[in-house]
T-cell receptor, first 119, second 112 residues
Framework: GAVVSQHPSRVICKSGTSVKIECRSL??????MFWYRQFPKKSLMLMAT?????????EQGVEKDKFLINHASLTLSTLTVTSAQPEDSSFYICSARYRGPASGANVLTFGAGSRLTVL | QKEVEQDPGPLSVPEGAIVSLNCTYS??????FMWYRQYSRKGPELLMY????GNKEDGRFTAQVDKSSKYISLFIRDSQPSDSATYLC????????????FGKGTKLTVNP
């Protein structure tokens, strides 16, 4: 249980185009999903928290207009990189939370990640 | 002082060795402790999860938490080449933000 599917796994695009990445919770409902970015040999950097039916909450330094997040249903969140530039090339990973066995605990299940290369 | 400290390695061990991975943290509000394993070019997967001091064992893996010292460890017994991955510690406060705080990860290579 608690599977998160992310698509596409890999995308190559030209500068200036927009790229959409989908994140789906397959066997549970996720009211909250998280989008991370990971550079080579670096840890996960939280970009934004996606809440179903409301606006995403972005971390400091993350451009809202560059990284559009939509969480239209309890099982789907999308990240759109608008007017992608080479510096946006990175590994983007989504995750969804589900309740751990202990009350109050939140455990994240991650998607497999999407590698974006902007030429 | 950083909120989470994790030695990035890399750590290279022979097959069958016992591996010890560690993280220290400074935030006393952290109440839940997790270890994630991340294979190259993949998303992290949850390995171990605990919320109390002491040891928790799952197969070849043992998670150890020492809240008084703010120190957590992951032990891997009889390490296998398939254990080669980056291991990330993660922390979550009780009743606080839902955001997890991650360590930078330790890259482990188990040589056959």
């Amino acid at each position: 249980g608690a599977v998160v599917s992310q698509h596409p796994s890999r995308v190559i695009c030209k500068s200036g185009t927009s790229v959409k990445i989908e994140c789906r919770s397959l066997d549970f409902q996720a009211t909250t999903m998280f989008w991370y970015r990971q550079f080579p040999k670096k840890s996960l950097m939280l970009m934004a928290t996606s809440n179903e039916g409301s606006k995403a909450t972005y971390e400091q330094g993350v451009e809202k207009d560059k990284f559009l997040i939509n969480h239209a249903s309890l099982t789907l969140s999308t990240l759109t990189v608008t007017s992608a530039q080479p510096e946006d090339s990175s590994f983007y990973i989504c995750s969804a939370r589900y309740r751990g066995p202990a009350s109050g605990a939140n455990v994240l299940t991650f998607g497999a990640g999407s590698r974006l290369t902007v030429l | 002082q950083k909120e989470v400290e994790q030695d990035p390695g890399p750590l290279s061990v022979p097959e069958g060795a016992i591996v010890s991975l560690n993280c220290t943290y400074s935030n006393s509000a952290f109440q839940y402790f997790m270890w994630y394993r991340q294979y190259s070019r993949k998303g992290p997967e949850l390995l171990m999860y605990t919320y109390s001091s002491g040891n928790k064992e799952d197969g070849r893996f043992t998670a150890q938490v020492d809240k008084s010292s703010k120190y957590i460890s992951l032990f891997i017994r009889d390490s296998q080449p398939s254990d080669s991955a980056t291991y990330l510690c993660a922390f979550h406060p009780q009743g606080g933000s839902e955001k997890l705080v991650f360590g930078k990860g330790t890259k482990l290579t188990v040589n056959p």
